[in-house]
């Protein structure tokens, strides 16, 4: 069974400072891996996603890479705001089922 | 791009009494959609997947009789809490997937939520 871990659960910056999130799976067979972000009470936007024979993805100041082998990903987002206040979840495909990470809590304090 | 809605955002209900929640691909057809239920703190968990016209597929653990899961359009998935109690008040999630050719089929559209509250 696919596990999906993040590190660390919650996070706190000032603002301005980059963030470093990381993900983790048990299983490296993966389809693709995604990075999604949940507002408090609300529904998933999706960020980024790289497939697997990707290494990594970019879109603004959000950069995602994939060492599918070593099971690991890791999002960096640059220069935070305090818009950026939000939980970020990932997740990883295989078997066309989608298994996630419980999230990492990210507050940029102004 | 592909917009997934549902209904109600927000439900509080009795103990014992059923609950439907509806799940709406506005403006694509979804062959495949996703239910998930998510608990405070913790992480998205897949209850089930349903292809229209066609019986849902229970993930190990989920009660098919208390989770009813209709499929009955291209367009409306919905999901019936039946009976419901306590325990199970959470965060309800549904995604869609379009069909291969009109974008990546590796792409789920999620929902909006649905916040279940049982007395």
């Known amino acids: 069974k696919q596990e999906v871990t993040q590190i660390p659960a919650a996070l706190s910056v000032p603002e301005g400072e980059n963030l470093v999130l990381n993900c983790s799976f048990t299983?490296?067979?993966?389809?693709?891996l995604q990075w999604f972000r949940q507002d408090p009470g609300k529904g998933l936007t999706s960020l980024l996603l790289?497939?697997?024979?990707?290494r990594e993805q970019t879109s603004g100041r959000l950069n995602a890479s994939l060492d599918k082998s070593s099971g690991r990903s890791t999002l960096y987002i640059a220069a935070s705001q305090p818009g950026d206040s939000a939980t970020y979840l990932c997740?990883?495909?295989?078997?066309?089922?989608?298994?996630f990470g419980a999230g990492t809590t990210v507050t940029v304090r102004a | 791009g592909a917009v997934v809605s549902q209904h109600p955002s927000r439900v509080i209900c009795k103990s014992g009494t059923s609950v439907k929640i509806e799940c709406r691909s506005l403006?694509?057809?979804?062959?495949?959609m996703f239910w998930y239920r998510q608990f405070p703190k913790q992480s998205l968990m897949l209850m089930a997947t349903?292809?229209?016209?066609?019986?849902?597929?229970?993930e190990q653990g989920v009660e098919k009789d208390k989770f009813l899961i209709n499929h009955a359009s291209l367009t409306l998935s919905t999901l019936t809490v039946t009976s419901a109690h306590p325990e199970d008040s959470s965060f309800y999630i549904c995604?869609?997937?379009?069909?291969?050719?009109?974008?990546?089929?590796?792409?789920?559209?999620f929902g909006p939520g649905t916040r279940l509250t049982v007395l």
């Open positions: 349903s292809n229209e016209g066609s019986k849902a597929t229970y």
């Open positions: 997740a990883v495909l295989a078997d066309y089922k989608l298994s």
């Open positions: 995604s869609a997937s379009p069909p291969s050719g009109l974008t990546s089929t590796d792409t789920q559209y």
């Open positions: 403006d694509f057809q979804a062959t495949t």
């Open positions: 790289i497939q697997s024979s990707q």
């Open positions: 299983d490296s067979a993966i389809y693709n």
